[in-house]
């Protein structure tokens, strides 16, 4: 299941099942009803010796595959835009289950909107000389609402992203009136300034 950058794994729970590489399209139909609300998760355990690792995710939201402004930068700092929902920072990893979560209801956005991108980066990553390699059990998740937040993907970044400090996920893509994820892996050594930057434009 290697892609370019890392490996996606899927739960095989009855859900989506199969090997992803960049570029993959997977349609998030089931027995053609689209999904309506999805959420996408960070985990990671705490790191009881040495410095405390800080995983952040953020959505950005495209107007006709562009960034307009960072008011569609959805994140720690600024936690709700047109139907997406950040859970807030969690700096350490302490707690069961999800650590930060950005809930997506697909059905509301605004017309103009076609894409979503799901990033991840490592806080404060310079000085404190970290990678997603510093973190313990770390891995990134897509959940089904419509299903009681069931478990669809899964990307493990202790192992498989360990070099890179922020990623690129995937895009949810609106084509015609259902969405797709298409996955990018994409890793990179760079803040969630500089990523943002890098992606104003989706294509």
């Known amino acids: 299941m290697a892609i370019d950058l890392g490996t996606l794994q899927t739960q095989n729970n009855g859900g989506f099942v199969m090997n992803l590489e960049k570029g993959f399209v997977m349609n998030l139909e089931k027995a053609g009803k689209g999904l309506k609300n999805i959420t996408f998760a ?4 705490p790191v009881f010796a040495g410095k405390k690792v800080d995983i952040d995710i953020s959505a950005f939201i495209y107007h006709n595959d562009t960034l307009q402004s960072l008011d569609d930068v959805v994140w720690y700092k600024h936690t709700a835009a047109q139907t997406l929902q950040h859970s807030g920072d969690n700096r350490d990893g302490e707690g069961e289950g999800d650590d930060e979560k ?3 209801k697909l059905d509301g956005l605004t017309p103009d909107v076609n894409r979503i991108r799901l990033v991840a980066t490592i806080y404060d990553f310079k000085d404190r000389g ?3 390699g510093s973190a313990k059990n770390a891995f990134l998740t897509l959940h089904n609402d419509d299903e009681n937040g069931k478990e669809e993907m899964r990307i493990n970044l202790t192992g498989d992203y360990s070099m890179f400090v922020g990623i690129a996920v995937g895009d949810l893509v609106k084509k015609e009136n259902s969405w797709q994820f298409v996955s990018i892996a994409e890793g990179y050594a760079d803040d969630l300034n500089v990523i943002v ?7």
């Open 42 to 45: 960070a985990s990671w355990d």
């Open 197 to 203: 930057n890098k992606n104003i434009n989706a294509k």
């Open 102 to 104: 950005i809930s997506i």
């Open 130 to 132: 970290q990678n997603f």
